[in-house]
């Protein structure tokens, strides 16, 4: 009886430790390796890849790594890839499952997310084998991976000024805003270095520890928000007004009860839908009126997760890189997660009933060799 095949994404660490061990010098480590593969295999699982996966396997510093882990890949028998909206060959990432469910979305705006995901699910993934994806010339790898180094080290960056907060307006509504007393120009250069020490104090406690020269990212952010407030403040009468005008955020959807954050996500998608406008042939104009910020599944997925990583504690780079990948959740058949990433998607089940039920099993596991049988189950 043949296996009913399943698509499932591992989390790159996993498949990095597997990598490791199916090239050891110990025998033990190298049949728990292959015995991991076959399992997988003979159970019909397809490994997931979106680019996500691939750059965080091969931005490793070590390059004889690097060489060892695309050669592990390439031996995969069974492989599963998120199909780019350009169709091209490589993984594609979570910009094309946005665009995929816009497609569906403006086709039939009056969809359930159920009859969304279905639509999308039936155009979502390629499949083959490791020898397909992961055998390209060496200079084609040397590029990419410097290409995840350096998103890497802007991962760490963006994760780390996302969790910032200073002056305790974020929940504050736009009416609560505008009657707050504007800060005379004279004391701007006084406020400027004290927002500074604040930002750099919040780095330092909860940035990534892997943040280098957390003074002068604090400076630089200071300096640019400044710059900023600095174009609106002197001709504006209302200065709230116009940063959503800035924005292009459109007018209606913003009243006196709308938030500080409410603006700054409604900024975001704003640009988001622009760039996502691009890959559509010929290019579309995209706005939040024709699609909504809540029409999405995969989007209130990606920023439900994304807004509680931030709000944690402690950020990490890597937090951008599980975000990327939460769509996966809605249209494969399981995905390991790591232990924080775990934690933020049960409370976040809890709290959207309705996008719980569309999300796939979720697991995070210590040994991998555990896998298999948790799959079977």
Not at 44 to 51: C, K, L, M, R, Y
Not at 74 to 101: K, Q
Not at 188 to 213: C, M, P, S
């Amino acid at each position: 009886m043949l296996a009913k095949a399943k698509i499932v994404s591992l989390d790159s660490s996993t498949l990095g430790i597997v990598a490791r061990d199916f090239w050891s010098k110990e025998e033990s480590l190298r049949r728990k390796a292959a015995n991991f593969v076959s399992a997988l295999t003979e159970q019909g699982v397809f490994i997931a890849f979106t680019i996500t996966h691939v750059s965080e396997l091969i931005r490793h510093e070590n390059i004889a790594v690097v060489r060892g882990r695309l050669a592990f890949l390439s031996r995969l028998p069974l492989i599963a890839w998120l199909r780019p909206y350009d169709r091209n060959w490589f993984p594609g990432c979570a910009v094309d499952v946005f665009a995929r469910e816009i497609e569906g979305y403006l086709r039939n705006p009056s969809a359930s997310w159920d009859e969304l995901t279905a639509t999308v699910r039936s155009d979502f993934w390629e499949t083959g084998n490791g020898s397909e994806m992961f055998v390209q010339p060496p200079i084609f790898w040397k590029q990419i991976r410097q290409l995840s180094q350096e998103q890497h080290a802007n991962q760490i960056h963006v994760a780390s000024l996302a969790r910032v907060r200073v002056g305790g307006v974020s929940n504050m509504t736009m009416e609560q805003t505008r009657k707050m007393p504007r800060r005379p120009k004279e004391e701007w250069a006084a406020y400027g270095n004290e927002f500074t020490r604040e930002v750099h104090r919040q780095l330092i406690v909860h940035g990534d520890n892997r943040l280098d020269k957390k003074a002068e990212v604090a400076m630089d952010f200071a300096k640019g928000t400044f710059g900023r407030i600095r174009h609106i403040q002197p001709d504006a009468v209302d200065p709230f007004n116009e940063i959503v005008k800035r924005a292009g955020i459109p007018a209606q959807l913003v009243g006196p009860k709308t938030t500080v954050d409410e603006i700054g996500e409604l900024a975001v998608y704003v640009e988001q839908l622009r760039i996502l406008g691009d890959l559509f042939v010929p290019p579309r104009k995209l706005s939040p009126l024709d699609i909504p910020i809540t029409a999405l599944p995969a989007y209130v997925l990606e920023r439900g997760l994304s807004t509680r990583q931030q709000r944690a504690d402690h950020v990490d780079g890597s937090d951008l890189g599980d975000s990327q990948i939460a769509s996966l959740l809605l249209y494969a058949d399981a995905v390991q997660v790591d232990k924080r990433t775990h934690h933020h998607l049960e409370h976040l089940q809890r709290q959207n009933r309705k996008l719980g039920k569309l999300m796939c099993p979720f697991f995070k596991v210590g040994d991998y060799s555990k896998i298999p049988d948790r799959l079977a189950a």
